[in-house]
């Protein structure tokens, strides 16, 4: 089990609404996304497959590019592919602006 954090700034685009998408017992991922207390966002990770800290940053990086909300986002993760993990996180996203 590896435990990653990350944290990123945020345009301050407050996010009012909370999401569940996943389930991490399928051998994929669940993501948590809640608004934040701060102006920024926060990822706390939770993997069974150790070692692939730059591979997350990476999707992470890559997310919040395009995504600029004040987000506290929790992943449980039982080895999602890099492409799982960007599509939880846009169904997350997607779920909160609804």
């Known amino acids: 089990m590896e435990q990653l954090k990350f944290d ?3 345009a301050n685009r407050w996010i009012s609404k909370r999401a ?3 389930i991490v017992g399928s051998g994929d991922m669940e993501v948590l996304m809640e608004p934040a207390e701060t102006g920024s966002a926060h990822v706390s990770i ?5 070692g ?3 591979s997350w940053k990476a999707v ?4 919040f590019a395009r995504f600029d909300g004040a987000v506290r986002i929790h992943i449980n993760d039982a080895g999602a592919t890099p492409g799982s993990v960007m599509l939880r996180l846009e169904q997350a ?3 909160i602006e609804q």
């Open 20 to 22: 569940h998408v996943g």
């Open 46 to 50: 939770q993997t069974s497959v150790n």
């Open 60 to 63: 992470l990086d890559r997310f």
């Open 8 to 10: 990123y700034p945020s």
């Open 52 to 54: 692939f800290g730059s």
């Open 93 to 95: 996203v997607e779920v």
